[in-house]
């Protein structure tokens, strides 16, 4: 990222004291502007000429469109994702060419998690419809990821497991290379659409009016039933093929 000095890493820590250790290692500075995206009293107990704190809970907009709002930006700016050298270097060692399309079949919770053969069955469709296409497949680290996306990397298809094992800038890096991301509401969601490529995010239980994915080519189809209560089972591979399919044709 541009002009980006220094990343602070907060662990946690027993009894809440990794906010006591975030405020020592800011203290002594004196801030020109603390932007707080949790509402978070540690804000308040710092050196700034200027505050610009977001309180949590649920809104009824789409969260990028909130955040604008509490900087006077209008319309609402894209996320972005900048990429080096190097790790765009290393995304071209494993997806070489323009042909893979992105799949995340996992999420930080169950309910948001679009059941695996599904995936299998939408990848199935989409090579039939576009036979030179390619499938890298991404999840986040650990066993658990690794066992939900698992049955997709051991499907009959041209597959590349690209999971688990790679820094969110080198993913970033990863995704511009691919043609389109279909995916469980979560975290790859949204930063494949700061890359800018098509994305498709599945939604169920989660509010799409808030959580959609926000680019230039993003997109959500959401599971039928009741607004942010639906079951992920109640999103057909159907609805979301026809949904690729206009997104893809129209990249």
Same mark, same amino acid.
């Given at each position: ?98 042909? !893979?399309?992105?799949?995340? /079949?996992?999420? @930080? ?5 679009? %059941? =695996?053969?599904?995936?299998?069955? +939408? $990848? ?21 990821? !690794?066992?939900?996306?698992? /049955?997709?990397? @051991? ?5 590349? %497991? =690209?999971?688990?094992?790679?820094? +969110? $800038? ?37 509010? =799409? ?43």
């Amino acid at each position: 990222m541009p002009r980006c000095k220094q990343v602070l890493i907060m662990e946690k820590q027993r009894y809440d004291l990794h906010w006591f250790t975030l405020w020592k290692q800011c203290v002594l500075q004196s801030w020109d502007l603390i932007v707080d995206l949790r509402g978070s009293a540690i804000s308040y107990v710092l050196w700034a000429k200027k505050r610009v704190v977001i309180r949590g809970g649920r809104i009824k907009e789409k969260r990028v469109e909130y955040l604008a709002r509490a900087f006077h930006l209008q319309p609402a700016p894209l996320p972005v994702m900048w990429i080096d050298q190097e790790d765009r270097a290393l995304a071209e060692c494993y997806l070489p060419n323009n042909t !893979y399309i992105a799949l995340a /079949p996992t999420a @930080n919770w169950a309910g948001k998690v679009w %059941d =695996v053969n599904r995936f299998i069955k +939408l $990848a199935h469709r989409i090579q039939t419809l576009f036979p030179n296409s390619q499938f890298a497949v991404f999840y986040g680290p650990g066993q658990q990821e !690794y066992e939900m996306a698992s /049955p997709l990397l @051991n499907a009959d298809l041209p597959i590349i %497991d =690209v999971g688990g094992n790679f820094t +969110l $800038a080198q993913v970033a890096a990863m995704f511009s290379q691919c043609k389109a991301f279909v995916g469980n509401d979560s975290g790859l969601m949204h930063l494949a659409a700061a890359c800018g490529i098509p994305v498709l995010g599945l939604f169920g239980p989660s509010q =799409v009016s808030e959580y959609a994915p926000a680019g230039k080519k993003a997109t959500a189809v959401v599971a039928d039933g009741e607004k942010g209560k639906a079951s992920m089972n109640a999103l057909s591979v159907d609805k979301v093929f026809v949904v690729f399919k206009t997104l893809f044709e129209e990249r």
